[in-house]
C-alpha cells in the first residue's frame, strides 16, 4: 500500500458556542486507504470534520492535505483540490432534479464528455437514481437522498472523500446498501474518510480506525484488531 499521507490532522481544536467540542486531535488518512473515526453521539467527530472542509473555524492545530496546510480555506476551494465531503444530513438539493444535484457535483469542471461519463459511473453504482433521474430530491427516501449525496461528491472526482454518518437515520436494508456502495467507491480507488456511529459496520470495511472521546482520539489502530479489542467491543458494540 501507498503510505503517502493525504490528510493530516495535528493538535486540532474547535470551539463554538463557549463549548469546547475538539480538544487537540491528531490523526491521519493515508493515500488508498479506508480510515474510520468512531465514537458516541457527541464526541467530536462531525465538529472534526467540519473543520477539516473548512465549514467551523479552527482554534488552534493544523489541517495538512497533500501536505500543505489548508486551514482557513472554504469548501469550494477545497473541492477543486479533491477533497470532497458528503455532510450528515445529507445536505442535497431538494428543489432540484436528481440529474441537477449531480450536475452540481461537478461544477468545479468544464470537460462535458467526461461529466456526462462520470454520471453513467455514479448511474451504474447507484441505478435507484437512474430510475428516478427527472424526480424532485426533495420528495426521495433518505436512503436514496443518501444515495444521491454520495453520487453528488463522486461527481467532483474527489481523491478523498469524507463520509459523514451516512448510515444515520436509514433502515437495515439501507444501511446494508450503502456500506456495500462505500466499500465499491473504496474499490474504485478513492481514499475514505468515514466518520460513523455504527462502529461494528465502520470497523468491518475500514483498514484502520480511530475512537474519538469528548473531543480527544482515545485510541487507534488497525481496524480489525479494534473489532476485536474488549473495550471497544465493551464501549461501541455493547458486549
Same mark, same amino acid.
Request: charged share 25%; proline share 4%.
Given at each position: 500500500?501507498?503510505?503517502?499521507?493525504?490528510?493530516?490532522?495535528?493538535?486540532?481544536?474547535?470551539?463554538?458556542?463557549?463549548?469546547?467540542?475538539?480538544?487537540?486531535?491528531?490523526?491521519?488518512?493515508?493515500?488508498?486507504?479506508?480510515?474510520?473515526?468512531?465514537?458516541?453521539?457527541?464526541?467530536?467527530?462531525?465538529?472534526?470534520?467540519?473543520?477539516?472542509?473548512?465549514?467551523?473555524?479552527?482554534?488552534?492545530?493544523?489541517?495538512?492535505?497533500?501536505?500543505?496546510?489548508?486551514?482557513?480555506?472554504?469548501?469550494?476551494?477545497?473541492?477543486?483540490?479533491?477533497?470532497?465531503?458528503?455532510?450528515?444530513?445529507?445536505?442535497?438539493?431538494?428543489?432540484?432534479?436528481?440529474?441537477?444535484?449531480?450536475?452540481?457535483?461537478?461544477?468545479?469542471?468544464?470537460?462535458?464528455?467526461?461529466?456526462?461519463?462520470?454520471?453513467?459511473?455514479?448511474?451504474?453504482?447507484?441505478?435507484?437514481?437512474?430510475?428516478?433521474?427527472?424526480?424532485?430530491?426533495? =420528495? /426521495? +427516501? #433518505?436512503?436514496?437522498?443518501? !444515495? @444521491?449525496?454520495?453520487?453528488?461528491?463522486?461527481?467532483?472526482?474527489?481523491?478523498?472523500?469524507?463520509?459523514?454518518?451516512?448510515?444515520?437515520?436509514?433502515?437495515?436494508?439501507?444501511?446494508?446498501?450503502?456500506?456495500?456502495?462505500?466499500?465499491?467507491?473504496?474499490?474504485?480507488?478513492?481514499?475514505?474518510?468515514?466518520?460513523?456511529?455504527?462502529?461494528?459496520?465502520?470497523?468491518?470495511?475500514?483498514?484502520?480506525?480511530?475512537?474519538?472521546?469528548?473531543?480527544?482520539? =482515545? /485510541? +487507534? #489502530?488497525?481496524?480489525?484488531? !479494534? @473489532?476485536?479489542?474488549?473495550?471497544?467491543?465493551?464501549?461501541?458494540?455493547?458486549?
Amino acid at each position: 500500500m501507498n503510505t503517502k499521507t493525504l490528510l493530516k490532522v495535528t493538535g486540532l481544536q474547535v470551539a463554538y458556542g463557549g463549548i469546547q467540542a475538539v480538544k487537540g486531535v491528531d490523526f491521519e488518512v493515508r493515500e488508498g486507504e479506508l480510515v474510520s473515526l468512531i465514537g458516541s453521539n457527541g464526541a467530536g467527530k462531525t465538529t472534526t470534520m467540519k473543520a477539516i472542509t473548512g465549514t467551523l473555524p479552527i482554534k488552534a492545530g493544523d489541517i495538512e492535505y497533500m501536505g500543505k496546510s489548508i486551514k482557513g480555506q472554504g469548501p469550494w476551494d477545497l473541492v477543486k483540490q479533491g477533497l470532497a465531503m458528503v455532510p450528515e444530513g445529507r445536505g442535497v438539493f431538494t428543489r432540484m432534479t436528481i440529474i441537477e444535484n449531480l450536475q452540481m457535483g461537478a461544477y468545479i469542471r468544464d470537460d462535458k464528455p467526461e461529466i456526462a461519463a462520470d454520471m453513467e459511473k455514479v448511474f451504474t453504482i447507484f441505478p435507484r437514481l437512474k430510475e428516478r433521474r427527472d424526480q424532485l430530491a426533495g =420528495t /426521495m +427516501s #433518505g436512503g436514496e437522498q443518501q !444515495m @444521491l449525496a454520495m453520487g453528488r461528491a463522486l461527481m467532483s472526482r474527489p481523491k478523498v472523500l469524507l463520509l459523514d454518518e451516512p448510515s444515520m437515520g436509514l433502515s437495515p436494508i439501507m444501511v446494508d446498501k450503502i456500506f456495500e456502495v462505500v466499500k465499491d467507491v473504496y474499490a474504485q480507488g478513492v481514499t475514505i474518510l468515514l466518520v460513523e456511529q455504527n462502529a461494528s459496520r465502520a470497523l468491518g470495511i475500514a483498514n484502520r480506525g480511530y475512537v474519538m472521546e469528548s473531543g480527544i482520539v =482515545t /485510541m +487507534s #489502530g488497525d481496524a480489525k484488531e !479494534m @473489532l476485536n479489542d474488549p473495550k471497544v467491543r465493551a464501549a461501541y458494540l455493547g458486549e
